[in-house]
Protein backbone atom coordinates (compact mmCIF):
# COMPACT_ATOMS: atom_id res chain seq x y z
CA UNK A 1 0.00 0.00 0.00
CA UNK A 2 1.17 3.19 -0.95
CA UNK A 3 2.52 6.11 1.82
CA UNK A 4 -0.56 8.94 1.78
CA UNK A 5 0.80 12.27 0.44
CA UNK A 6 2.70 14.32 2.29
CA UNK A 7 0.37 17.03 2.01
CA UNK A 8 -1.72 17.58 5.34
CA UNK A 9 -5.29 19.00 5.30
CA UNK A 10 -7.78 21.19 7.14
CA UNK A 11 -10.61 20.99 5.05
CA UNK A 12 -13.02 18.73 7.06
CA UNK A 13 -12.35 21.13 9.61
CA UNK A 14 -13.40 24.13 7.43
CA UNK A 15 -16.55 22.82 5.74
CA UNK A 16 -17.87 22.12 9.68
CA UNK A 17 -16.75 26.11 10.73
CA UNK A 18 -19.04 27.21 7.48
CA UNK A 19 -22.38 25.57 8.73
CA UNK A 20 -21.40 21.88 8.23
CA UNK A 21 -21.37 22.20 4.42
CA UNK A 22 -21.54 18.88 2.81
CA UNK A 23 -18.71 17.31 0.73
CA UNK A 24 -20.83 17.01 -2.21
CA UNK A 25 -21.65 21.23 -2.01
CA UNK A 26 -17.91 21.72 -2.01
CA UNK A 27 -16.84 19.42 -4.64
CA UNK A 28 -19.74 21.36 -7.08
CA UNK A 29 -18.59 24.79 -5.86
CA UNK A 30 -14.79 24.01 -6.43
CA UNK A 31 -15.30 21.89 -9.69
CA UNK A 32 -14.31 18.17 -8.51
CA UNK A 33 -16.34 15.12 -7.49
CA UNK A 34 -18.10 14.66 -3.88
CA UNK A 35 -15.37 11.74 -3.65
CA UNK A 36 -12.33 13.70 -4.18
CA UNK A 37 -13.21 15.93 -1.14
CA UNK A 38 -13.45 12.50 0.29
CA UNK A 39 -9.62 11.51 -0.47
CA UNK A 40 -8.50 15.29 0.37
CA UNK A 41 -9.49 14.51 3.79
CA UNK A 42 -8.65 11.91 4.74
CA UNK A 43 -5.08 12.42 2.87
CA UNK A 44 -5.19 9.66 0.10
CA UNK A 45 -5.26 12.28 -2.68
CA UNK A 46 -3.21 15.61 -3.01
CA UNK A 47 -5.20 18.16 -4.80
CA UNK A 48 -4.29 19.66 -8.20
CA UNK A 49 -2.75 23.12 -7.83
CA UNK A 50 -6.16 24.97 -9.25
CA UNK A 51 -8.09 22.55 -7.34
CA UNK A 52 -6.28 23.09 -3.62
CA UNK A 53 -6.86 27.10 -4.79
CA UNK A 54 -10.60 27.32 -5.53
CA UNK A 55 -11.11 25.16 -2.10
CA UNK A 56 -9.09 27.76 -0.05
CA UNK A 57 -11.08 30.65 -2.20
CA UNK A 58 -14.23 29.00 -1.43
CA UNK A 59 -13.65 29.20 2.42
CA UNK A 60 -12.08 32.78 1.89
CA UNK A 61 -8.60 32.03 3.16
CA UNK A 62 -5.40 31.11 1.90
CA UNK A 63 -3.84 28.10 0.41
CA UNK A 64 -1.68 27.42 3.28
CA UNK A 65 -4.36 27.75 5.71
CA UNK A 66 -5.55 24.94 3.96
CA UNK A 67 -3.68 22.47 3.26
CA UNK A 68 0.29 22.33 4.97
CA UNK A 69 3.48 20.42 3.29
CA UNK A 70 4.99 17.80 5.33
CA UNK A 71 8.00 16.87 3.12
Known amino acids: MPAPPPIGNRV ?3 R ?3 GN ?3 AT ?3 AVGVTRHTIIA ?3 GKYSP ?3 SAFRIAR ?3 VGVE ?3 SWHG
Do not use: C, T
Request: aromatic fraction near 12%; hydrophobic fraction near 40%.
Open 40 to 42: IEQ
Open 21 to 23: ISQ
Open 48 to 50: SLE
Open 65 to 67: DVF
Open 12 to 14: REL
Open 26 to 28: LGD
Open 16 to 18: EAH
Open 58 to 60: FFG
